[in-house]
């Protein structure tokens, strides 16, 4: 039956209410463009979000940080003397080398003859002063701003400094205090304290109190250290029951702490001990950024991505606006190696000062200049939004591209360097204390195999070479690099 006028009229009425097939591709379309501009857009405001708070982090991280390096460069030094030279010499432990002239590091600059005058050796032993106090600065710092598990391990570098007597030199021994503040790290850490690492160590020895590792210089605890009955005091848990009525060999629960991450672990370990207007810095961080990421019992501080931040207590070969650092491309030595002291010392008595230790003649393009300390101010650094540092850390990240030791050994630590050769350039040597050392934050430490255990030992030629990339925080990926977030950034 043909449809009436009224009733074609109605059909095509109803039909206009539905969509074609084409129609709702469009919207669909539309609908899913609009989607990823809004997911993208939430993405990014999230993103942006989270550098502005980690940036906020790492400066206010990286300001308490300063201020605890300002407060050790300006505090009084607590040492521990051992015996002195002369002391030594009347009991027959040590024989004076009698008529010997001046020489070795520190006396370049000061003595010019082998017959010094009195203002000369007067000169020479303020100068050998003033390198303790510096030397051990160095080593408060490292105590109390530790950046890898060693700095936590080992207790006070001995630290040795000449006399000159009527019979010619003397050998004498300091050490710091070992600060509380370590002790109480190393207690978090679940690590005998200073004092329960001497009478342990009294205890398994069968010695008397007279022998302290932690505490007295005239024991070389950090060469003791690779001894392992020590060793095991040192990494001794109190965190697992021990039972010491059990049969031999008995070993002694070891700590669980692992060397990944280390040094955001030591960033939680100095905030959770370091007093902030009547509470614990730590107290300042929302509990959501602390962590276990790698189940080891130490908590890491964590970004806004929450990934492990980085601490370089001494950026040796960092490259920011913050650092003097090597400059490539400087016209002159002293632009390509800027001066800037360092703050522990006031008095520039750090041999590297001394012209009698520099190469002769320099290495082409360089100067003196070139291998005088610089000023490097701790620096928190967060891995931004890919989660790759790209640049040197103090652990062996052997899962990292395109090489995989990028870090340094065990015995890595700035109070593990010793002078080479078996310091006969130094002289004289302490007895019972026979390698000086020299708590240095300049070291290149590329120039030690990360996996080869050994000695780091001092080197003023090494000291251009960890400028210009070879020390820790040195850039390896600038791909990686180029999102990172520093504390540094600001200027500060």
Known sequence: MPLSKDDSADVRSRARFGFTLIELMVVITLMVSLGGMLTYALASATNSARVKRTQADVITIGQLLQSRVNEVSLAQVSLVYGRSGAELARTGLFTPQGGAPISGPGTQNVVTSSSPTRGQLINFQANERARLILMARR?????????????????????????????????????????????????????????????????????????????????????????????????????????????????????????????SECLYLILATTELFGKTAIDKIPPSQIADTDQDGVPEILDAWGNPYAFLRNPIGFQKIGIKNFVPGGSTPIESYPIDPDPFDFLAADFRYDNGTHPTPYAAGTGETTYFPIYLPP??????????????????????????????????????????????????????????????????????????????????????????????????????????????????
């Open 139 to 263: 080593d408060l710092a490292r105590m109390v701003l530790p950046e890898c598990q060693a700095d936590l391990l080992y207790p006070p570098a001995s630290l040795q400094f000449r006399t000159l007597g009527p019979s010619g030199w003397y050998p004498n021994v300091a050490q710091v205090k070992p600060p509380a503040q370590w002790s109480r790290m190393r207690t978090l850490a679940g690590l005998y304290s200073a004092g329960d690492i001497d009478a342990e160590y009294q205890v398994v020895n069968s010695v008397n109190g007279s022998t302290n590792p932690a505490t007295n210089p005239e024991y070389g605890a950090i060469t003791e250290a690779s001894v392992a009955g020590f060793e095991q005091i040192l990494k001794q848990s109190t965190k697992v029951y021990w039972n010491p009525s059990a049969a031999p060999p008995n070993p002694r629960p070891q700590t669980t702490w692992t060397r990944e991450h280390e040094s």
């Open 379 to 492: 620096v928190v650094v967060s891995a931004g939004l890919d989660g790759e540092f790209g640049m040197r850390l103090t652990y062996v990240n052997t899962d990292s591209s395109p090489e995989p030791e990028i870090g340094v050994n065990d015995g890595y630590s700035s109070s593990a360097v010793q002078y080479p050769g078996g310091n006969s350039s130094y002289g004289p040597i302490y007895p019972g204390v026979p390698i000086v050392r020299c708590p240095d934050p300049y070291f290149d430490v590329s120039s030690v195999p990360s996996n080869v255990a050994g000695t780091y030992q001092f080197s003023i030629s090494s000291i251009a070479t960890a400028k210009t990339g070879g020390g820790l925080g040195a850039v390896l990926d600038q791909e990686a690099v180029a999102d990172n977030i520093t504390s540094l950034d600001s200027g500060i």
